[in-house]
T-cell receptor, first 114, second 111 residues
């Protein structure tokens, strides 16, 4: 157990809908990262927050947004869902900002868009 | 940003043999190189990492080597066991707070 929690574990929804994925980082970690992993694909970086502020953006679609709250948990919002958005979404946390810090991954949320 | 290439994409080895996965990176400023293991349906987990001030690091049957001049690093698994079967990802950071991952190597250990 990495100490990072994600809810829900599974999510099944229809095209056009909107969903929210939640992540709680390890105690003491200020950074949260979101990744998308499609079937047989690698880890695609979406966005990084540090202590409530956005620090880096990857190839995140405009239909996707995220935020980090004062208690440091983060939410990833996916709207106008398409079939291609079906994937495993991981969040990870680290103590500090920057890719040179060890990242601890949560168990992931499996999103299925029908 | 950082570009990380990982080879091979799949690797099948006989139990007891060694497995080697290689990664190259583009950003010469990168100074931290982690390797993650992801078992089927589970989260990626850090198995070993190396910082740029050393050329090699070993942890039991796993070792990582780094060649900063050539900008490549490798994961070595010796005496492979069935539980080593998984997808392995290398990664390297870029200056803009991102960690770029390789495409992954699916390792299958044949009994």
């Amino acid at each position: 157990d990495s100490g990072v929690t994600q809810t829900p574990k599974h999510l099944i929804t229809a095209t056009g809908q909107r969903v929210t994925l939640r992540c709680s980082p390890r105690s003491g970690d200020l950074s949260v990262y979101w990744y998308q992993q499609s079937l047989d694909q690698g880890l695609q970086f979406l966005i990084h927050y540090y202590n409530g502020e956005e620090r880096a953006k990857g190839n995140i679609l405009e239909r996707f947004s995220a935020q980090q709250f004062p208690d440091l948990h983060s939410e990833l919002n996916l709207s106008s869902l398409e079939l291609g958005d079906s994937a495993l979404y991981f969040c990870a946390s680290s103590v500090l900002a920057g890719g040179w810090n060890e990242q601890f991954f949560g168990p992931g949320t499996r999103l299925t868009v029908l | 940003g950082e570009n990380v290439e990982q080879h091979p994409s799949t690797l099948s080895v006989q139990e007891g043999d060694s497995a080697v996965i290689k990664c190259t990176y583009s950003d010469s400023a990168s100074n931290y190189f982690p390797w993650y293991k992801q078992e089927l349906g589970k989260r990626p987990q850090l198995i070993i990492d190396i910082r740029s001030n050393v050329g090699e690091k070993k942890d039991q049957r796993i070792a990582v080597t780094l060649n900063k001049t050539a900008k490549h690093f490798s994961l070595h698994i010796t005496e492979t066991q069935p539980e080593d079967s998984a997808v392995y990802f290398c990664a390297a950071p870029s200056n803009d707070y991102k960690l770029s991952f390789g495409a992954g190597t699916t390792v299958t250990v044949r009994a």
